[in-house]
């Protein structure tokens, strides 16, 4: 018997448990609970639409006229799988019912795609990036290479004369809040059709972008459709963290070896995944509705404001940052050159606030 020798190129400890750690080592020595400024939580209670659906969903479990197994299909419940799809339209983007796949979250999604793809194929990650594309790419033995973000392209990197097949974006960026207009996009898309490369697109924050040239979604870039996979979630959007619950969106147009991946997907899903919570998916149905929209936007526009007052701050003491425009976080340059391990230490130690290291 021998170990997955891939699982050693990992680090010890994941980011966001090192944080957590740190904090909770923090609290055992102060009677005052530090500021949370780090690990992407949310900290606004579920919208009443959302609650109300899982109670219901819940008492329909308890009776035998109404309880729900397994669900019918490996997509997801119908209601749910409509209420994307009506979202999309709402972009001026049509996604059918069959080329979404409700999961239990955004992370998951990004990690198990990758089954999709060999082991021999070049993965490029932008970097900074959320670390799960690293580490999925990592355990699958994958070479990997990373675009460069920084000051000079305003943490937004492009394409660059390299050959890769895998491409992961994300936009708004986690963690630099970059966003890509719809003329990158349009320039990273067609960068993949001439690789023959696929996109995973995380759009996990999408709900914060305004604006025209801001689209929420890579199929409203001509072409996309058949090189993307796009992978949202109700985490940020609708506090669904501790609900668990996301889908993806895998194109009937997208095939690569003369084999669809959108059926190649759904197969594999069937052999591993027996589907989100009825209830989570209940709760992510009414957070679509009119009236869970209208309810989400004051969770949404405070979110917002916490940005906007960060960036304020930042400002007012002259530290360089990007992001809080169309995300709810910012990026931002130590001082004095300072390390970011260092700079998190000295802020939760000296002010009591707690931050997420960058490096």
Same mark, same amino acid.
């Given at each position: 018997?021998? =170990? ?27 009677? @005052? ?9 949310? @900290? ?50 049509? #996604? ?19 089954? =999709? ?20 790419? =990592?355990? +699958?033995?994958?070479?990997?290479? *990373? ?12 394409? &660059? ?8 974006? $994300? ?7 970059? +966003?890509?207009?719809?003329?990158? =996009? !349009? ?5 993949? !059709? ?11 924050? &999408? ?6 040239? *801001? ?8 072409? +996309?459709? &058949? $090189? ?12 669904? @963290?501790? #609900? ?8 009937r147009a997208l095939v690569r070896e003369n084999r669809s991946l959108r059926r190649l997907w759904e197969r594999r899903q069937a052999a591993k995944f027996n589907g989100a919570s009825y209830i989570s998916q209940m709760g992510a149905a009414a957070v679509l509705s009119k009236e869970g929209q209208r309810q989400l936007a004051s969770r949404i526009g405070y979110y917002r404001n916490n940005a906007k007052i960060i960036a304020e701050c930042l400002s007012s003491v002259g530290l360089w940052y990007t992001g809080g425009a169309q995300s709810p976080y910012l990026w931002v340059k130590c001082p004095d050159n300072t390390s970011s391990e260092a700079f998190f230490e000295e802020l939760l130690e000296g002010a009591g606030v707690v931050g997420t290291?960058?490096?």
């Amino acid at each position: 018997m021998r =170990l997955n020798e891939n699982l050693f190129r990992l680090k010890e400890e994941y980011l966001f448990s090192r944080v957590a750690r740190r904090t909770k080592e923090y609290e055992s020595r102060h009677k @005052t609970p530090p500021v949370r400024l780090s690990i992407g939580d949310v @900290t606004l209670p579920i919208v009443p639409a959302a609650v109300s659906a899982m109670r219901r969903a819940v008492e329909e479990l308890g009776h035998i006229e109404t309880f729900h197994g397994y669900g019918a299909s490996v997509h997801g419940e119908k209601e749910l799988l409509s209420a994307i799809s009506q979202r999309y339209s709402e972009w001026g983007v049509e #996604v059918g019912e069959d080329e979404i796949f409700v999961s239990d979250g955004a992370k998951s999604d990004l990690g198990n795609l990758s089954e =999709l793809f060999s082991g021999q194929n070049r993965v490029l990650i932008p970097d900074p990036v959320y670390p799960a594309y690293l580490d999925a790419n =990592l355990l +699958a033995g994958r070479e990997i290479l *990373f675009s460069r973000a920084g000051e000079e392209n305003g943490f937004l990197p492009m394409p &660059e004369e390299v050959r890769a097949d895998i491409l992961y974006l $994300c936009s708004p960026n986690n963690p630099t809040g970059a +966003a890509y207009t719809r003329e990158q =996009l !349009k320039v990273w898309v067609d960068y993949a !059709k001439k690789q023959n490369a696929v996109i995973l697109f995380d759009a996990a924050y &999408e709900c914060f972008l305004s604006g025209e040239n *801001f689209p929420h979604t890579i199929y409203a870039v001509e072409g +996309a459709k &058949e $090189c993307a996979i796009e992978i949202c979630s109700f985490s940020k959007m609708a506090g669904f @963290t501790g #609900v668990r619950c996301g889908y993806s969106v895998v194109p009937r147009a997208l095939v690569r070896e003369n084999r669809s991946l959108r059926r190649l997907w759904e197969r594999r899903q069937a052999a591993k995944f027996n589907g989100a919570s009825y209830i989570s998916q209940m709760g992510a149905a009414a957070v679509l509705s009119k009236e869970g929209q209208r309810q989400l936007a004051s969770r949404i526009g405070y979110y917002r404001n916490n940005a906007k007052i960060i960036a304020e701050c930042l400002s007012s003491v002259g530290l360089w940052y990007t992001g809080g425009a169309q995300s709810p976080y910012l990026w931002v340059k130590c001082p004095d050159n300072t390390s970011s391990e260092a700079f998190f230490e000295e802020l939760l130690e000296g002010a009591g606030v707690v931050g997420t290291p960058g490096s």
